[in-house]
């Protein structure tokens, strides 16, 4: 299962229906497909996926987290930075 079809399946079991054109791009924040309690999860979920490594402060949810292609490539990210570990 690929990283994009995770953050998918998560959506979708928040009970949010996807229109039959959603594609990695499509808008989620934007186009109001999430709802506020569902954007709550989905940052707690992507908590998890990053072990915990989000700051909240440094997080343009509008722009990092609007599309699965944005979500997934935060996630990627945080996770290569967190095996960097801290820079000096």
Same mark, same amino acid.
């Given at each position: 299962m690929t990283r994009e079809h995770e953050v998918r399946s998560f959506?979708?079991?928040l009970g949010v229906l996807l229109p039959d054109d959603f594609s990695d791009d499509t808008e989620l924040v934007a186009s109001g497909l999430l709802s506020s309690l569902a954007l709550f999860e989905v940052a707690v979920w992507i908590e998890e996926q990053?072990?915990? $490594?989000v700051v909240a402060e440094s997080?343009?949810?509008a722009n990092e987290w609007n599309t699965v292609?944005?979500?997934?490539g935060?996630?990627?990210? $945080?996770?290569h930075d967190a095996a960097q570990g801290p820079s000096d």
């Open positions: 959506i979708e079991q990053c072990n915990g $490594a997080v343009d949810i292609s944005s979500i997934v935060f996630i990627e990210k $945080a996770q």
